[in-house]
């Protein structure tokens, strides 16, 4: 099983670009069947609070994202931006899409960024989930998060309780606190004794800059690849006999999905 980061210079506010450059990166990859695509936070705009403008209302990046997967036989998971209705907030999306084009898991981010006005047009999500990535060799438990979760400990958790063996991140995240971003990474990977990939965009909006830095994270905290600030797509293996083998010779993980003590 393989997993491939697709890091990119998101173009602000134009889905026909962003859309087309993931298709151009995606050339570059030995993408196999049952392989995991895996986009950062709002690809298809930017973080951009603008939603009126950026909600996937019409399906453009969901139908492109279903005709990526059936293309390569793959799953993809990407973050965009969805509204019910102009009357409502809209969210901040990780959608899961399976190799037939299916949507199998939507996840809506639950910790918004308060610095970047988020909480102002986004509404937060209500519930952690997980996903089924299955091919016809092996098969992973996958739980989505979304950047700004990353700082909250406490989702990662619920995941491993939910059978999570990969947690899959997309992400924004800013150059001013960049320094954060790969400790917390491998905290989440040792901690719950499980892969982590996180892609962050890269280059510049009009509001900041961002440094890329996209990273692979095994279930012992090592590195299995990470980019730097360049566009790439970052394609690595990951074998559930790693995350089963350390979980069952080192079973700290029971210890957190166990009855608390005097329960």
């Known amino acids: 099983m393989k997993a491939h980061l697709v890091q990119f210079d998101i173009a602000w506010q134009d889905r026909e670009a962003n859309l087309a450059k993931v298709n151009r990166l995606l050339t570059r990859a030995e993408v196999d069947p049952g392989d995991l695509i895996l986009?950062?936070?709002?690809?298809?705009s930017g973080f951009s609070m603008d939603t009126a403008r950026t909600a996937d209302k019409e399906g453009r990046t969901?139908?492109?994202?279903?005709?990526?997967?059936?293309d390569f036989d793959a799953y993809i998971q990407g973050g965009r931006t969805t509204q019910a209705c102009d009357c409502a907030?809209?969210?901040n999306t990780a959608t899961v899409v399976a190799p037939d084009g299916q949507v199998i898991d939507e996840y809506a981010k639950i910790k918004l960024f308060p610095l970047g006005q988020e909480p102002a047009t986004i509404a937060p999500g209500r519930?952690?989930?997980?996903?089924?990535?299955?091919?016809?060799?092996?098969a992973l438990h996958v739980c989505p998060l979304i950047c700004y979760d990353l700082r909250f400990p406490e989702l990662f958790r619920e995941g491993l309780r939910m059978g999570a063996e990969v947690y899959a991140l997309g992400a924004c995240w800013l150059e001013a606190r960049h320094v954060h971003w790969k400790p917390?990474?491998?905290?989440?990977?040792?901690?719950?004794?499980?892969?982590?990939?996180?892609?962050n965009r890269t280059g510049r909006d009009p509001n900041s800059r961002y440094l890329g830095g996209s990273i692979a994270i095994g279930p012992k905290g090592e590195v299995l690849g990470e980019l730097g600030e360049e566009e790439a797509v970052l394609s690595?293996?990951?074998?559930?006999?790693?995350?089963?083998?350390?979980?069952?010779?080192?079973p700290a993980w029971k210890d957190v999905i166990s009855a608390a003590p005097g329960a």
């Open 89 to 91: 907030l809209a969210s």
């Open 39 to 44: 986009l950062p936070e709002m690809f298809d």
């Open 184 to 199: 917390l990474l491998v905290a989440r990977a040792i901690e719950n004794q499980a892969f982590v990939l996180a892609v």
């Open 127 to 138: 519930r952690v989930t997980t996903w089924h990535w299955e091919t016809a060799a092996a």
């Open 236 to 250: 690595v293996e990951v074998e559930p006999r790693e995350v089963r083998m350390w979980r069952e010779k080192f």
């Open 62 to 70: 969901l139908a492109a994202m279903s005709e990526i997967a059936r």
